[in-house]
């Protein structure tokens, strides 16, 4: 049992603090009378004054810098109010606002959170480890990024810190992980992005990134470590470009407790609002034609989920593969090509397959959209602005219930904006974005549009894998969870309603996703054998919600 903290060391660890909120008798007991003012605050009342404070902020820049600020200072706090106001500061603890808190970390920095795992300090990566705060000794989600491929905003070097700390904070906010148990990381390998180089200001190594031989040994050494100080610890990669992404999840997801939610979150959460989408429409996934314009590692991730949801449906694998169209920078996805990795080449289509077309060059997005029945359009390209009106208006004249989403981050990046989408088909598409954007207004009416937000599914992995004792993230596990959040879809019951819950709603569809999440892993033989009713007892046994207590 750890010695209980007294005096400063109490009053100033954000983790186990109450600040105004000590009562006296707790002030006399923990040497704290005479450091705080004389009146005793509720966490009620402490809530309701941080959220005062976070409005007179106008900017969202600035109201990170506030949550981020009382969350150093007090993390149950911190928690409460977003719990209390989740709809309105998600965005700011997340996308969008994230991105902007990337961009300019090095500007905006003010005391550590986490670990720096810089490449100069290779030989000490078990050190840097152990340096990892004393609240923090044991540790149920690490979340990991190389700040290489930050949301649609490319290389942001040691800036990408902002992603783990945003991300753990979701998890903890919706999913109900410890905070004292969460650990966000970057791995420091430098940066090719030329602006961070040249600034003074940059607090990261000021170094080109590191050849492949070396990042992935050093990658290597970082897994080995972690999987030796923390051994049952949750792994999260996040934003990595898709170059290193694919072979770091091959390489460990069958050592070690991991995923990547690039890849595999974006794609559960994507069929989910499908799954959605698809009963509104009335007609089941394996009946579209679906095109993905981006071929990156969050694209081809969620067409492997599409592919096993319509496998699951009925179909065999050559006939998926048949009614799946990926468009990269390039053109369409064709076998004929050279540049393709290997999960891209699962979905490129046979050369001859546009032969008829008269085309001078590669098949474009509009090309495929003017020739195949298409009923499904997925974006993950950050092109701007790439759904244009000419290729919208062609695809909703040829399906009765266009299924639209455009889901590349950050908001700037988007293929298109949902009010343009409505326009285009005159309120008949069925909308799923990536960041958040403004409701629709038609006919005088506001609908919410959904937001493919991760946070819809890894939280809920978490609090799954911690609650189980899971010592694997498999394939049918992220399924599963798409599954269960699909089936939560409020469209299911009014059509004119979004794809998916509402924020307010989501910690609660997290405790029941955990629920089938534990449920397969017992079934998958990579969690202890339970129960129905056991699991959803070790749910919330350590579901950790913000409350002080007792001391």
Known sequence: MAEQKTGQALLFDALTTKGTAFTHAERRKYGLLGLLPTAEKTLEEQAEHSWHEFSTRREGLDQHIYLRALQDRNETLFYRVLRDHIAETMPIVYTPTVGEACQRFSEIYRR???????YPDRECIREVLRNRPTGRRDVDVIVVTDGQRILGLGDQGIGGMGIPIGKLSLYTLIGGINPARTLPIVLDVGTDNVELLEDPQYLGWRHRRISDDEYYAFIDE???????????????????????????????????????????????????????????????????????LGAGSAGIGVLNMVKREMVAQGLSEAEVLSRIWVVDVVGLLTDDRTDLSEGQ????????????????????????????????????????????????????AKTERPIIFPLSNPTSR??????????????????????????????????????????????????????????????????????????????????????????????????????????????????????????????????????????
């Not at 959170?113 to 810089?118: A, D, E, K, P």
């Not at 490129?348 to 590669?362: F, H, M, R, T, Y």
């Open 112 to 118: 550590p959170r986490g670990l720096f795992v810089s």
């Open 222 to 292: 970082f897994v080995t470590a972690v999987h030796e100080e923390l051994p049952d610890v949750l792994l999260q990669w996040e934003d990595f470009a898709t170059a290193h992404a694919e072979p770091i999840l091959e390489r460990y997801r069958d050592k070690l407790l991991t995923f990547n939610d690039d890849i595999q979150g974006t794609a559960a959460v994507a069929l989910g609002a499908l799954h959605g989408a698809a009963n509104v429409a009335g007609r089941p996934l394996s009946q579209q034609q679906v095109v993905m």
């Open 345 to 396: 080449r699962v979905f490129a289509k046979p050369a001859g397959v546009v032969g008829d077309w008269g085309l001078s060059g590669p098949a474009q997005l509009s090309d495929v959209v003017h020739h195949v029945d298409v009923g499904v359009l997925l974006g993950l390209s950050t092109a701007t602005g790439a759904f244009t009106e000419e290729i919208v208006r062609e695809m909703a």
């Open 414 to 551: 988007a293929e298109a904006h949902p009010a343009e989408l409505d326009q285009w088909t005159d309120g008949r598409a069925l909308i799923a974005t990536g960041s958040p954007f403004a409701p629709l207004r038609r006919n005088g009416v506001e609908r919410p549009v959904a937001q493919c937000n991760n946070a819809y599914i890894f939280p809920a992995m978490g609090l799954a894998v911690t609650a189980a004792q899971a010592t694997r993230v498999t394939d049918e596990m992220m399924r599963v969870a798409a599954a269960s959040l699909g089936d939560a879809s409020p469209a299911l019951t009014d059509p004119n309603a979004p794809l998916l819950p509402a924020w307010t709603e989501v910690p609660d569809i997290a405790v029941r996703i955990a629920l089938a999440v534990g449920r397969q892993a017992v079934a998958d033989g990579v969690a202890p054998k339970r129960s129905d009713e056991e699991l959803a007892a070790r749910i919330d046994e350590v579901r950790w919600i913000p409350e002080y207590p007792p001391i």
